[in-house]
Nanobody, 117 residues
């Protein structure tokens, strides 16, 4: 199973970015998926998560600005980020709880988001 993020980049404060995460391989189904981020010198933190049924969780920092969604048919996860702030600058990672023969968590390599002031 491979998990690949895309969509990061450099954006000015107040701008928007849309991150994508595609899972591929021998996948029977995917349970929860989520976005996480890690800024330099800080620990990795959750940004948003979504269940297979569409239930969502947002970190306080993401509420009202970010929207997580998924396309189960395409095994793809999205994060629409609006009203970006310099403090959103971080490496963003996607994680997927994948059911193959059993259930395992897979992580992507990350996509960098940089927000300039």
């Amino acid at each position: 199973v491979h998990v690949v993020e895309s969509g990061g980049g450099l954006v000015q404060a107040g701008g928007s970015l849309r991150l994508s995460c595609a899972a591929s391989g021998s996948i029977f189904s995917i349970s929860a998926m989520g976005w996480y981020r890690q800024a330099p010198g800080k620990e990795r933190e959750v940004v948003a998560e979504i269940s297979s049924g569409g239930s969502t969780f947002y970190a306080d920092s993401a509420k009202g600005r970010f929207t997580i969604s998924r396309d189960n048919a395409k095994n793809t996860l999205y994060l629409q980020m609006d009203s970006l702030k310099p403090e959103d600058t971080a490496m963003y990672y996607c994680a997927a709880l994948v059911n193959t023969k059993d259930e395992n968590e897979y992580w992507g390599q990350g996509t960098q988001v940089t927000v300039s002031s």
